[in-house]
C-alpha cells in the first residue's frame, strides 16, 4: 500500500486539532456549538443538489495558514510512515467515502416531489416511490429509476472495487473492504431520509436489511460468474439487476457483461496507490461495449470455416 498517501479524514482531524490550540475561548465554544448543530440535522445525500448544512459562523470555520496545512499533512505522512497498520483504517475510511460516491453516480436519481412542502411522491402499480434519473442504465437499458435499481448498480460498481481490494496486502485487505461496505449504507440511510421521506428508524431498517441480502447475493453470484465465464456472470447480472425479466434484451446483457470485465481489466493494471487513492473513476458506460458484443465470436467463426 501507499506509505505517503493521507487520507482528508487524517488531515482534517489533525487541522481542528491544532488549529483549536491557537483559538482564544470563545472561538473553541462557538466552534463546539456549531458541531452539535451538525449533529441535530438530517444527514445529508452524497448528489443532492440542495444545502443539507447547518450554518456556521465564520469565525468558527477559519482557515489555517498555508504553512500550518504543510506542517499538518508533513505529520500525518510521518504517521503513516511508521504506524502504517494504525494508521491505515482512516486511509480506508477517507477513500472509499469518495469512492462509494463513484459507485453510486451511475444509478444516480432524484424525486423533484420529495423537496416540496406537502410534495406527494409517485409511485407505480406497486407502490414503489418513482424518481428521475439519466444516463444509460436508466435511459438505454430501461430501468426505473427507483430505490431498489440504485442499489443494484451501486452493487455492481462496489462489487468490482471489491474484487481490486482482495488483492490488497492481507492485513491490509479487511479494513478497505469493511469500509466501503459501511458507507454504501449509509449512503443508502441517507437517500431514504432526504429523497424518499423515511423518518421512522423501523422502516428505513426494513429497507437496509432488504438490500443487505441482495448485497450478499450480489456477492456470491458475481463470484460465481468472474470464475465460471461470461455466459454465469450475465445469468448472474439477469436474475440481480433485471430481476429475472423475462423481455430482457440480450445485447444490452452482453454489453454489462463487457463493461465489468473491461473495468476489472483497468483496475488490475492500476497499481494499489491509483485504487487507493480514494479518485478512481470507472470508464464511460456498458453501451460502448455495442461493437464488440455485434462482432462474430472467433469460436463460432474458426467452427464455420
Not at 456549531?34 to 447547518?54: D, E, G, M, N, W
Not at 414503489?128 to 444516463?135: D, P, Q, R, T
Not at 427507483?146 to 474484487?163: D, E, G, K, P, R
Given at each position: 500500500?501507499?506509505s505517503?498517501?493521507?487520507c482528508s479524514?487524517?488531515?482534517?482531524?489533525l487541522?481542528?486539532s491544532s488549529a483549536?490550540?491557537?483559538?482564544p475561548?470563545?472561538?473553541?465554544i462557538?466552534h463546539?456549538?456549531a458541531q452539535?448543530?451538525?449533529?441535530?440535522?438530517?444527514?445529508?445525500?452524497?448528489?443532492?443538489?440542495?444545502?443539507?448544512?447547518a450554518?456556521v459562523?465564520?469565525?468558527?470555520?477559519?482557515?489555517?495558514?498555508?504553512?500550518?496545512?504543510?506542517a499538518?499533512v508533513?505529520?500525518?505522512?510521518?504517521?503513516r510512515?511508521k504506524?502504517p497498520?494504525?494508521?491505515e483504517?482512516?486511509?480506508?475510511?477517507?477513500?472509499?467515502r469518495?469512492?462509494?460516491?463513484?459507485c453510486?453516480?451511475?444509478?444516480d436519481?432524484?424525486?423533484?416531489?420529495?423537496?416540496?412542502?406537502?410534495?406527494?411522491?409517485p409511485?407505480?402499480e406497486?407502490?414503489v416511490?418513482?424518481?428521475?434519473?439519466?444516463?444509460?442504465?436508466?435511459?438505454?437499458?430501461?430501468l426505473?429509476p427507483?430505490f431498489s435499481?440504485w442499489?443494484?448498480?451501486?452493487?455492481?460498481?462496489?462489487y468490482?472495487l471489491?474484487?481490486?481490494?482482495?488483492?490488497?496486502?492481507?492485513?491490509?485487505?479487511?479494513?478497505?473492504?469493511?469500509?466501503?461496505?459501511n458507507?454504501?449504507?449509509?449512503?443508502a440511510?441517507?437517500?431514504?431520509?432526504?429523497?424518499h421521506?423515511?423518518?421512522?428508524?423501523?422502516?428505513?431498517?426494513?429497507y437496509l436489511?432488504?438490500?443487505?441480502?441482495?448485497?450478499?447475493?450480489?456477492?456470491?453470484?458475481y463470484?460465481?460468474g468472474?470464475?465460471?465465464?461470461?455466459?454465469?456472470?450475465?445469468a448472474?447480472?439477469?436474475r440481480?439487476?433485471?430481476?429475472?425479466?423475462?423481455?430482457v434484451?440480450?445485447e444490452k446483457?452482453?454489453?454489462?457483461?463487457g463493461?465489468?470485465?473491461?473495468?476489472?481489466?483497468r483496475?488490475d493494471?492500476?497499481?494499489?496507490?491509483?485504487?487507493?487513492?480514494?479518485?478512481w473513476?470507472?470508464?464511460?458506460?456498458?453501451?460502448?461495449?455495442?461493437k464488440?458484443v455485434?462482432a462474430?465470436?472467433?469460436s463460432?467463426?474458426?467452427?464455420t470455416?
Amino acid at each position: 500500500m501507499a506509505s505517503t498517501y493521507v487520507c482528508s479524514a487524517c488531515s482534517r482531524a489533525l487541522s481542528t486539532s491544532s488549529a483549536s490550540i491557537h483559538k482564544p475561548a470563545h472561538i473553541i465554544i462557538a466552534h463546539r456549538s456549531a458541531q452539535r448543530s451538525f449533529a441535530t440535522t438530517a444527514p445529508s445525500l452524497y448528489h443532492a443538489s440542495h444545502s443539507l448544512r447547518a450554518h456556521v459562523r465564520p469565525e468558527a470555520s477559519k482557515k489555517l495558514r498555508p504553512q500550518a496545512a504543510s506542517a499538518i499533512v508533513g505529520i500525518a505522512k510521518k504517521i503513516r510512515e511508521k504506524a502504517p497498520l494504525m494508521a491505515e483504517t482512516y486511509v480506508a475510511y477517507g477513500a472509499t467515502r469518495d469512492l462509494i460516491k463513484e459507485c453510486g453516480r451511475p444509478g444516480d436519481y432524484t424525486i423533484p416531489q420529495a423537496l416540496e412542502k406537502n410534495g406527494e411522491i409517485p409511485t407505480d402499480e406497486s407502490g414503489v416511490h418513482l424518481g428521475v434519473g439519466e444516463g444509460w442504465w436508466y435511459e438505454t437499458l430501461g430501468l426505473t429509476p427507483t430505490f431498489s435499481n440504485w442499489a443494484q448498480i451501486t452493487f455492481l460498481h462496489m462489487y468490482m472495487l471489491q474484487v481490486r481490494f482482495r488483492m490488497f496486502p492481507e492485513t491490509h485487505a479487511p479494513v478497505w473492504l469493511q469500509h466501503i461496505a459501511n458507507h454504501a449504507f449509509f449512503a443508502a440511510e441517507d437517500r431514504l431520509v432526504v429523497w424518499h421521506k423515511f423518518n421512522a428508524n423501523s422502516l428505513r431498517q426494513k429497507y437496509l436489511k432488504e438490500i443487505f441480502a441482495q448485497w450478499r447475493a450480489v456477492l456470491l453470484s458475481y463470484d460465481e460468474g468472474l470464475m465460471k465465464g461470461d455466459a454465469m456472470l450475465a445469468a448472474a447480472i439477469w436474475r440481480n439487476l433485471m430481476r429475472s425479466r423475462e423481455d430482457v434484451d440480450f445485447e444490452k446483457l452482453a454489453q454489462i457483461v463487457g463493461y465489468m470485465r473491461r473495468e476489472l481489466k483497468r483496475l488490475d493494471d492500476a497499481s494499489d496507490d491509483e485504487v487507493a487513492s480514494g479518485v478512481w473513476t470507472f470508464g464511460g458506460d456498458p453501451g460502448e461495449e455495442a461493437k464488440v458484443v455485434k462482432a462474430p465470436s472467433r469460436s463460432m467463426t474458426s467452427n464455420t470455416l
